[in-house]
């Protein structure tokens, strides 16, 4: 569904992938692993259009789409959460779930999402901004799933969460996995992005340092030291 191939992605001066190359078949979880500053965010960022590659490729789906814009990427199935999740904080719980842009017709409704997040729909009147900071990350999902994306991009979902909350990001995301959707997952959670994932990919210096399954990588303990502190 996804081919990234070894692309080449500059903050200006400052070149940052060196050669990034990934792939995500459809249906599968592949987890980004790596310390602060691989080059994870970039990654998406190259992926969705916010930052484009300098040089590389990248196919979705069988089209050639470096450098296309981020509400063109929506538009062809690809939805982004970025690690500030963007929630608006004076609209509503479900304001912020029926104002996104990009709907694209599929499986996820709003009845949909509301019973995979209860909570959300407990709360559908509250402000935004109202939200702890896990209902805040669930808004976000939520949200991600009603453009009924092909591919989700996921930045480190379960960043700042109590472990109880992390559990249950979790858990929703296993449901998310089941039925159907593809995801590309940046973590630095070891221990979630593989109880997870079926592939991983571990960048290290703006560049793929070591790839293979996701229980492969948990026999891996070089790998794991070098690379992600774990
Ligand atoms: N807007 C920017 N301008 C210049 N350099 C940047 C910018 N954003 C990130 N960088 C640099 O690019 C490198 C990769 O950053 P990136 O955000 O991709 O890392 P990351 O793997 O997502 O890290 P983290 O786990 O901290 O989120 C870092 O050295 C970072 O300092
Ligand atoms: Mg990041």
Same mark, same amino acid.
């Given at each position: ?62 089209? +050639? ?14 939805s982004?959460l970025?690690?500030?999740r963007g929630i608006l904080?004076?609209?509503?719980v479900q304001e912020n779930l029926t104002l996104a842009d990009?709907r694209?017709?599929?499986?996820w409704?709003l009845?949909?999402v509301?019973?995979?997040f209860?909570?959300l ?7 935004g ?7 805040q990350q669930m808004l976000a999902i939520a949200r991600a799933l009603l453009l ?49 994932? +079926? +592939? ?31």
């Amino acid at each position: 569904m996804l081919v990234v191939d070894n692309i080449h992605t500059y903050y200006g001066a400052s070149h940052i992938l060196h050669g990034v190359s990934l792939n995500v078949a459809e249906g599968a979880v592949v987890a980004l692993l790596g310390r602060n500053g691989a080059g994870k965010t970039t990654t998406l960022r190259s992926i969705i259009g916010l930052t484009p590659p300098r040089r590389g490729a990248i196919r979705f789906n069988g089209a +050639d789409t470096a450098g296309r814009k981020p509400h063109t990427m929506t538009r062809l199935g690809v939805s982004y959460l970025p690690e500030t999740r963007g929630i608006l904080p004076s609209l509503s719980v479900q304001e912020n779930l029926t104002l996104a842009d990009g709907r694209r017709p599929g499986p996820w409704t709003l009845k949909r999402v509301y019973e995979l997040f209860p909570g959300l729909y407990e709360r559908k009147s509250h402000g935004g901004g109202q939200l702890s900071g896990g209902e805040q990350q669930m808004l976000a999902i939520a949200r991600a799933l009603l453009l009924n994306p092909a591919l989700l991009l996921l930045d480190e979902p379960t960043e700042g969460l109590a472990p109880i909350i992390v559990r249950d990001i979790m858990a929703r995301l296993k449901t998310v996995k089941e039925e159907g959707m593809t995801i590309l997952l940046v973590e630095q959670n070891f221990r979630f992005a593989t109880s997870i994932a +079926d +592939d991983v990919y571990v960048l290290g210096k703006g560049a793929v340092q070591w790839s293979g399954s996701a229980s492969e990588i948990l026999a891996e303990t070089a790998v794991q030291k070098t690379w992600l502190g774990v």
